[in-house]
């Protein structure tokens, strides 16, 4: 049984089951705690006009006036001012009032996890039919690019935290994948409508398609490339424009993509060393974030740049290379700390970022995975680095830096595999 109880009238030992305010909006680890000690006991009271109490969870001698405190049902109650409390995220985290919270990011991921684990699936297969020289299904492909939109405009976060799920031994059925969504996403963030959208995606997940025709012996070779090896390495835009040309539905555009995103401005790309003009808008577009994909990830000659690193690269690359606009419209979609981004904050816990703000740049939404004493949360939460209620307490937390997951033997891939699978 639950009872409605003042905050003023709790009493250490309650059982707290529920709150006046969602617990995701609240200072509080876990859903459903006992009062423990006073600093807890004054933290609800700061937080809270009033709580459920479950008697059936609190110590009897507690409950035996708890039926004579339902009053506070009939009486507003006053909320306490109390003076700023020092910080403990073991078990006082909060995430700013907002239509985010940590079940609808759940569901949200869920929901991108099947469309992106349903792509994967069809790349695997288109990559097997490329590699055999058979037709490809573009119309599939086109199904599956427009469900991938769909979730970009509604679950941006999400997708954006499933390009992390990287693997060394998968690298070109996991980087054209990832090149979409990121596509996807850059695309929405230029103000693409649907349509536009559809068709960037498309030929950013058909972009590597040639790879299929260069001997693995070169694709994937863990060493540096010979200059006859790279030249072949060189072919492959020419041979996926050439597998799939002959597809009267795919646009100009597409096959743009495909036959010239490694092409740059200064005229020093390949296969056709086109200039600044002659390389189409979307092809600029998945050019940079073809690049930004490939050092990012983990690969068999090399390791992987964190995102922070990448961009910096990416920016020191940009003169003569790629569109100054456009790199710097990316930099700021991905954000100063991308999301998939380790970072510790000042406080010495550990998270990932699963959230960008666009109007706080420096304060993400992060998942809290470890203590400040780095061991692993049981249960991890989300904290808004942007709310308001850290401007009213000691210490708020900030980033003090991005790491590396290898520092701490953080398993990124395993985390997302367990917040993203029902």
Same mark, same amino acid.
Not at 16 to 32: A, C, K, N, R
Not at 255 to 260: F, H, M
Not at 330 to 336: E, L, N, V
Not at 403 to 419: M, P, R, T
């Given at each position: !049984?639950?009872?409605?109880?003042?905050?003023?009238?709790?009493?250490?030992?309650?059982?707290?089951?529920?709150?006046?305010?969602?617990?995701?909006?609240?200072?509080?680890?876990?859903?459903?705690?006992? +009062? %423990?000690?006073?600093?807890?006991?004054?933290?609800?009271? &700061?937080?809270?006009?009033?709580?459920?109490?479950?008697?059936?969870?609190?110590?009897?001698?507690?409950?035996?006036?708890?039926?004579?405190?339902?009053?506070?049902?009939?009486?507003?109650?006053?909320?306490?001012?109390? %003076?700023?409390?020092?910080?403990?995220?073991? @078990?006082?985290?909060?995430?700013?009032?907002?239509?985010?919270?940590?079940?609808?990011?759940?569901?949200?991921?869920?929901?991108?996890?099947?469309?992106?684990?349903?792509?994967?699936?069809?790349?695997?297969?288109?990559?097997?039919?490329?590699?055999?020289?058979?037709?490809?299904?573009?119309?599939?492909?086109?199904?599956?690019?427009?469900?991938?939109?769909?979730?970009?405009?509604?679950?941006?976060?999400? &997708? !954006?935290?499933?390009?992390?799920?990287?693997?060394?031994?998968?690298?070109?059925?996991? *980087?054209?994948?990832?090149?979409?969504? $990121?596509?996807?996403?850059?695309?929405?963030?230029? /103000?693409?409508?649907?349509?536009? +959208?559809?068709? +960037?995606?498309?030929?950013?997940?058909?972009?590597?398609?040639?790879?299929?025709?260069?001997?693995?012996?070169?694709?994937?070779?863990?060493?540096?490339?010979?200059?006859?090896?790279?030249?072949?390495?060189?072919?492959?835009?020419?041979?996926?424009?050439?597998?799939?040309?002959? @597809?009267?539905?795919?646009?100009? #555009?597409?096959?743009?993509?495909?036959?010239?995103?490694?092409?740059?401005?200064?005229?020093?790309?390949?296969?056709?060393? +086109? %200039?600044?003009?002659?390389?189409?808008?979307?092809?600029?577009?998945?050019?940079?974030? @073809?690049?930004?994909?490939?050092?990012?990830?983990?690969?068999?000659?090399?390791?992987?740049?964190?995102?922070?690193?990448?961009?910096?690269?990416?920016?020191?690359?940009?003169?003569?290379?790629?569109?100054?606009?456009?790199?710097?419209?990316?930099?700021?979609?991905?954000?100063?700390?991308?999301? /998939?981004?380790?970072?510790?904050?000042?406080? /010495?816990?550990? /998270?990932?970022?699963?959230?960008?703000?666009?109007? *706080?740049?420096?304060?993400?939404?992060?998942?809290?995975?470890?203590?400040?004493?780095?061991?692993?949360?049981?249960?991890?939460?989300?904290?808004? $680095?942007?709310?308001?209620?850290? @401007?009213?307490?000691?210490?708020?937390? #900030?980033?003090?830096?991005?790491?590396?997951?290898?520092?701490?033997?953080?398993?990124?891939?395993?985390?997302?595999?367990?917040?993203?699978?029902?």
């Amino acid at each position: !049984m639950k009872i409605k109880v003042a905050s003023e009238d709790l009493k250490l030992g309650m059982y707290i089951s529920e709150l006046d305010i969602p617990w995701i909006e609240s200072p509080f680890l876990f859903q459903g705690f006992p +009062l %423990k000690n006073n600093e807890e006991l004054q933290e609800v009271q &700061s937080t809270c006009k009033y709580v459920y109490v479950d008697t059936e969870k609190t110590p009897v001698n507690l409950t035996t006036n708890l039926k004579t405190l339902t009053a506070a049902k009939q009486k507003p109650v006053q909320k306490k001012k109390r %003076k700023p409390t020092k910080i403990d995220f073991t @078990d006082t985290i909060t995430l700013k009032r907002s239509n985010f919270d940590k079940n609808t990011f759940t569901e949200n991921l869920i929901k991108a996890r099947k469309a992106r684990d349903k792509t994967r699936g069809y790349i695997d297969t288109m990559l097997a039919e490329a590699k055999m020289g058979k037709i490809i299904d573009t119309h599939t492909a086109k199904t599956l690019v427009a469900e991938l939109a769909s979730n970009i405009v509604e679950n941006l976060d999400a &997708s !954006m935290w499933l390009t992390q799920l990287k693997s060394r031994d998968e690298y070109t059925a996991i *980087h054209s994948l990832n090149v979409c969504v $990121l596509s996807l996403t850059f695309g929405r963030a230029l /103000g693409l409508n649907i349509n536009e +959208l559809e068709e +960037l995606g498309l030929g950013a997940l058909l972009h590597d398609i040639g790879k299929m025709r260069v001997p693995l012996k070169v694709l994937n070779k863990p060493g540096k490339l010979t200059n006859d090896e790279f030249e072949i390495m060189k072919s492959h835009p020419g041979m996926g424009y050439e597998l799939v040309r002959g @597809d009267k539905t795919l646009s100009a #555009e597409v096959l743009n993509i495909i036959k010239s995103h490694h092409e740059r401005l200064n005229g020093q790309g390949y296969p056709d060393c +086109l %200039k600044e003009d002659e390389i189409s808008y979307f092809t600029k577009i998945v050019s940079i974030v @073809d690049v930004y994909d490939a050092i990012t990830s983990d690969r068999v000659y090399h390791d992987g740049m964190t995102p922070h690193e990448a961009l910096k690269k990416l920016y020191e690359w940009m003169p003569n290379n790629y569109d100054t606009e456009l790199m710097q419209s990316f930099i700021r979609t991905i954000g100063i700390y991308p999301v /998939g981004s380790v970072v510790e904050l000042k406080t /010495g816990h550990i /998270g990932l970022v699963v959230k960008l703000s666009e109007s *706080h740049r420096l304060k993400p939404v992060v998942m809290l995975i470890m203590n400040r004493n780095k061991e692993y949360y049981p249960r991890r939460k989300l904290v808004n $680095l942007a709310s308001s209620i850290w @401007d009213k307490r000691d210490g708020k937390p #900030e980033i003090k830096r991005i790491l590396d997951a290898k520092e701490y033997n953080i398993d990124v891939k395993k985390i997302i595999n367990e917040e993203s699978l029902e």
